[in-house]
C-alpha cells in the first residue's frame, strides 16, 4: 500500500474533497492531487501539515502503511474532532481547580518557576498543548528515520548488485 492510496483513504475517512483538504492543510490543490494520483511522492512538508492539522492520523500509518490509521486504534474519545478547531477543545484535567500558589512568593514567582506551576488552568492548557505537539513530532522523526533506514538498505542492495554485475 503506497502513499497516494492511503491519502485517498484519509479523504475518504474525512469525508472531504481534495480541494477542501488543500485548504484546511494550507498547500495547494495540485500538491494534493499529485501526491493522491502518485504522480509525485509526498514532501516532508505535505506530510507534516497533513500531521499537524489532523491530530489523531497515526504518523507511522502515513508515512510507512503499518499499524492503524488512528493513533490509540481509532479511540477518539477524548480526540477533538477533525473538523472542530482545536482551540475550542477543553483538555481534561484532574481537577478544575488550578494549582496553588506558593503562600509567600505570590503570582510572578509562580509563572517563573516552571511552565506547569501557572496560577490558570489556561496555562497548564497550552503546557499539555506543547507537550502533545512535541510527542506528535518525536513520532514523525521516528517514521522519517525508519523511511531512510530502508532507503540506505535498499540502496546497499542496489550498489551490491550493480557491484556484482560489474565484476
Keep these: 500500500m ?3 492510496f492511503r491519502l485517498q483513504q484519509l479523504i ?5 474533497t481534495s480541494y477542501r483538504l488543500s485548504k484546511e492543510i494550507g498547500t495547494s490543490e495540485a500538491v494534493i492531487s499529485n501526491a493522491r494520483s502518485g504522480r509525485n511522492k509526498p514532501s516532508y512538508d505535505l506530510i507534516s501539515k497533513i500531521l499537524n492539522k489532523y491530530k489523531v492520523i497515526s504518523a507511522e500509518w502515513l508515512l510507512l502503511g503499518e499499524g492503524d490509521m488512528l493513533k490509540n486504534g481509532g479511540d477518539s474519545s477524548n480526540t477533538p474532532s477533525f473538523n472542530e478547531p482545536l482551540n475550542n477543545y477543553s483538555i481534561p484535567l484532574k481537577d478544575n481547580s488550578p494549582p496553588p500558589l506558593p503562600s509567600k512568593q505570590g503570582k510572578n514567582y509562580t509563572q517563573k518557576l516552571h511552565p506547569t506551576l501557572h496560577p490558570t ?3 497548564c492548557r497550552i503546557c499539555d498543548e506543547k507537550e502533545r505537539v512535541i510527542a506528535q ?3 514523525v522523526i521516528n517514521a522519517l528515520k525508519k523511511v531512510v533506514s530502508q532507503m540506505e538498505m535498499r ?6 548488485k550493480r557491484k556484482k554485475n560489474a565484476g
Excluded at 475518504?12 to 472531504?16: N, R, V
Design 12 to 16: 475518504e475517512y474525512l469525508d472531504i
Design 2 to 4: 503506497d502513499f497516494s
Design 137 to 139: 513530532q518525536s513520532e
Design 155 to 160: 540502496l546497499h542492495d542496489y550498489d551490491v
Design 121 to 123: 488552568q489556561e496555562k
